[in-house]
């Protein structure tokens, strides 16, 4: 199974690069340098995650991995960017594909989070977070007590995507005076969930004023309609901000920072496509292929 998803992810790569993107016109909008490069950085981080052995994530002390009912990841130090990074990987297997399709909505009960009001979020995402919950946040406030200067980034592709959302909500209330940085990415190769909408509008809300909308880094690659599966109609609703990729190549000229979680000029504007060759490749990064990422 490892090696078809590896093969329909090669002929992706190869194919993207001629594919048309459609119904998207050229336009002005574009985004600083540097907050492009940190998109590309912590896509290297979401795809090394997939890796199931990553000694050095990106070159960097990797602290511990972790696989745990099929939520997999790892938690990583830069000691040159002074960050703790907590990774976490998309869905690759038959038990994530299990997950992903337990859609109906249960109250948010996330291992780390409270005064959640009237939180709903999906009811298989929440079980892959609560399935590592503890065990993240034990590594990372290890970490932070060794070294409190260091800013924490969470990430995460696919489900990794949506499971990063529920660890940052966790990470912020233990360490509510640390700036958190959340970054998500688009879809993975067999089953289809982008970082998909995850909860309804009181739990994007609750992302948006704890973590803070300028915290928040939601990348969708140009006509990816994976995100924008889980529907509007059945109470799901996106957090913000999303940084949409409008189109080739990738670039800071090329991706426009969106208003809110849903904006009607960003992603939100393409009818959902379901899966597409935009979803496994986002930023130049074909997620999962490069074991380089881990030496």
Known sequence: MRFLSTAVACLLAFALPGFATPL??????????????????????????????????????????????????????????????????????????????????????????????????????????????????????????????????????????????????????????????????????????GQPRTGNAAFASLVENRIGVNNIFRAVHTFDGVPTILFKSLGYRHFGTEYWNFKEPPSAANTKKCVGGDDPTCSDSNPSLFITVAHPIYFGQVFALNPLLCL
Not at 50 to 58: E, H, N, R, T
Request: aromatic share 12%; proline share 4%.
């Open 24 to 193: 998207l016109e050229s336009r002005a909008d574009g985004i600083d340098q540097a907050t492009y490069d940190d998109l590309v950085l912590y896509t290297k981080y979401s795809s090394a995650a997939y890796q199931w052995i990553c000694p050095w994530p990106l070159g960097n002390t990797l602290v511990k991995q972790f696989d745990t009912s099929g939520t997999q990841g790892f938690v990583a130090r830069d000691d040159k960017r002074k960050e703790i990074v907590l990774a976490f990987r998309g869905s690759l297997e038959v038990k994530d594909a299990i997950v992903d399709i337990l859609i109906i909505m249960t109250p948010l009960k996330a291992t780390g989070v409270s005064n959640v009001g009237d939180a709903y979020v999906h009811t298989g995402f929440q079980y892959a977070y609560n399935v590592v919950g503890k065990t993240v946040l034990d590594l990372v406030k290890a970490q932070v007590a060794a070294y409190p200067s260091y800013n924490i980034v969470v990430t995460g592709h696919s489900l990794g995507g949506s499971v990063a959302s529920f660890a940052s909500l966790a990470l912020k209330e233990a360490f509510p005076n640390k700036p958190i940085k959340l970054y998500t990415y688009g879809d993975s190769y067999i089953f289809p969930k």
